[in-house]
């Protein structure tokens, strides 16, 4: 179980994202419909985005406090973002993007990633190259191979054919659990969130509109 | 071909190829602050770094004339160590340089405008710093602009004529450059010789061309 103690204010023009979200878990869903600002929540979490007020813990680690300045940069706050485009760099081939990141305690070799994310016949390709399943495992496996304390997927299977997504969400859950890799999960199906997270923030407009297990509040 | 056009063709070239390795380390880091940071003075510094595009060449050659002249700003500090620029084959490089930094700094700025925040923003997500984020991302993927924008650095410089004429002269064997002695040659009616550097600058811009050419369609 790992202690998320989300608190900020985000405002972006006319647009205020407000999170106020203390929980336990060892993956969290943010729940709700495009434009809900979950991608915005994600990306405050990452570092890429300074709130105006508030303050983000996680797992009793001070990332962000706006009274004390404290706001550790992207590169020190040890996440794996994976955005909803993957963003795999264009010029590297999938091995170098995949061994791109600093491993910091790296808790996962490259043999156990082409293992779990089943990359090996991917290895030497190009990644404009890859079908949209391929560029999502390869950005996993990115994101994982830098040894990462906390993992952020935006929709990870909105660009991942039917057969594939029970394969990818298996993965995902030998990440969380083998791993010891907790998750914050964005989507917006109710199933996707409830497969894989024990904890749901149901997000509109913005605000949190509902916060608890995925069964109850979905 | 005689060993004069010979000579003239090989200096020409190599002062070219000398002026692209001086202007790019500083049009890359000019290109990259311009597109990427907000400082005080970039609009001075923007219209710096383009006044050589639209001022008279000759013009450039007397400013660097007189930064470069022994009782020049840069010149005197130059001299008091010894070294003489002026009318030697250094000042051409530094005019070629000058005249194609501009050319460079807009085609590699556009690259640099042209790369998404975000691939960055991954980079340090995954840790790397600063320079790694640039020399690892940015750089590769603003290097078909980086490299159009040496290669017409590089052509400007070929062929340039009115800043190296005013600050390095026409100096047989020292200075002379395949524009300034095509102008050297009629003037003084060797027009055979004009003709065959006349020659000699067509086919080094073809394949020039050519190469800016095949860069463009890989793009």
Redesign the interface.
């Known amino acids: 179980m790992t202690s998320f103690d989300l608190h900020f204010t985000l405002i972006q023009g006319s647009v205020t994202i407000e999170i106020a979200v203390s929980a336990q878990a060892r993956a969290v869903a943010l729940f709700g419909p495009s434009g809900a600002g979950k991608t915005s929540v994600l990306e405050v979490i990452?570092?890429?985005r300074t709130p105006q007020r508030g303050r983000l813990v996680i797992d009793g680690r001070v990332l962000f406090d706006r009274d004390a300045a404290v706001d550790v940069?992207?590169?020190?706050?040890?996440?794996?973002?994976v955005?909803q485009d993957v963003?795999l760099?264009?010029?590297l081939d999938v091995r170098r993007n995949i061994t791109?990141?600093?491993p910091?305690t790296p808790r996962v070799g490259l043999a156990q990633l082409t293992e779990l994310l089943d990359l090996s016949p991917l290895m030497d390709r190009r990644v404009t190259a890859l079908s949209g399943g391929e560029r999502q495992r390869v950005a996993l496996a990115?994101?994982l191979h830098?040894g990462p304390d906390l993992l952020l997927l935006d929709e990870p299977l909105a660009a991942v054919d039917l057969p594939r997504r029970a394969r990818i969400t298996a993965a995902l859950r030998r990440i969380r659990d083998g791993l010891g890799v907790p998750i914050v999960y964005v989507t917006h199906t109710p199933e996707e969130a409830a497969a894989l997270t024990d904890y749901a923030i149901v997000m509109a407009d913005g605000a949190v509109v509902a916060a608890g297990p995925p069964g109850e509040v979905l | 071909m005689s060993a004069e056009i010979r000579d003239i063709a090989v200096f020409t070239t190599l002062a070219a190829l000398a002026a692209t390795a001086l202007m790019l380390g500083p049009g890359i880091a000019l290109a990259w602050a311009l597109a990427r940071r907000q400082f005080p003075g970039k609009a001075i510094v923007e219209t710096l770094v383009s006044l050589p595009l639209v001022m008279p060449p000759v013009a450039t050659g007397l400013l660097l004339l007189w930064l470069l002249g022994r009782r020049g700003p840069a010149g005197r500090m130059l001299a008091a160590a010894g070294i003489e620029i002026v009318f030697t084959p250094m000042a051409v490089v530094i005019a070629m340089a000058v005249m194609g930094l501009p050319l460079l700094v807009r085609t590699a700025r556009a690259g640099f405008e042209q790369v998404?925040r975000?691939?960055e923003?991954?980079?340090?997500?995954?840790?790397?710093?600063p320079w790694r984020v640039f020399t690892?991302?940015t750089l590769?993927?603003a290097s078909r602009n980086i490299l159009a924008g040496a290669l017409l650095g590089f052509t400007r410089a070929l062929g340039e004529f009115g800043a190296t004429i005013v600050v390095a002269g026409s100096i047989p064997g020292q200075t002379r450059t395949l524009a300034v002695g095509i102008y050297s040659f009629i003037e003084t009616g060797r027009d055979d010789q004009a003709l065959a550097l006349l020659l000699i600058s067509m086919a080094i811009a073809l394949g020039a061309v050519i190469m800016a050419n095949r860069l463009a369609r890989a793009a």
């Open positions: 990452a570092g890429l940069g992207p590169r020190h706050r040890r996440i794996g973002y955005p963003l760099f264009p010029h791109y990141g600093v910091r990115r994101a830098s | 998404t975000r691939y923003q991954i980079a340090e997500t995954l840790g790397a710093g690892t991302v590769p993927l």
